[in-house]
């Protein structure tokens, strides 16, 4: 059985940092395409970071978040970071982990997600 956890959510200020882990089970991080994403009340789920399985570790980010955030991946410890820097209102939202076979902006093309953790950050 797969499951992603996420962790690492919380309240902050705006200009903090938080870092969110994504710990994997049932499945190996390193061969799969691991995403996150975000959704904000009232607004629908959207992209926020994508990191490839290959060597290189490619990745993708959203125009928004792009220069603030980091994604990366410990294969030893089976495990998603989002590092997330100055961190502003319009960041809050429920942040998931997912994971699929597909490089993809999509949400629809992610097969397994996690329960998602609240970053709320406040003026």
């Known amino acids: 059985q797969v499951q992603l956890v996420e962790s690492g959510g919380g309240l902050v200020q705006a200009g903090g940092s938080l870092r969110l882990s994504c710990s994997a089970s049932?499945?190996?991080?390193?061969?799969?395409?691991m995403a996150w994403f975000r959704q904000a009340p009232t607004k629908r789920r959207e992209f926020v970071a994508a990191i490839q399985w290959t060597p290189d570790r490619a990745t993708d980010y959203a125009d928004s978040v792009r220069g603030r955030f980091t994604i990366s991946r410990d294969n030893a410890a089976n495990t998603v970071y989002l590092q997330m820097n100055s961190l502003s209102p319009e960041d809050t939202a429920v942040y998931y982990c997912a994971a699929g076979r597909a490089w993809s902006r999509w949400e629809s093309t992610y097969n397994y997600w996690g329960q998602g953790t609240q970053v709320t950050a406040s003026q």
């Open positions: 049932g499945l190996f991080v390193g061969g799969y395409i």
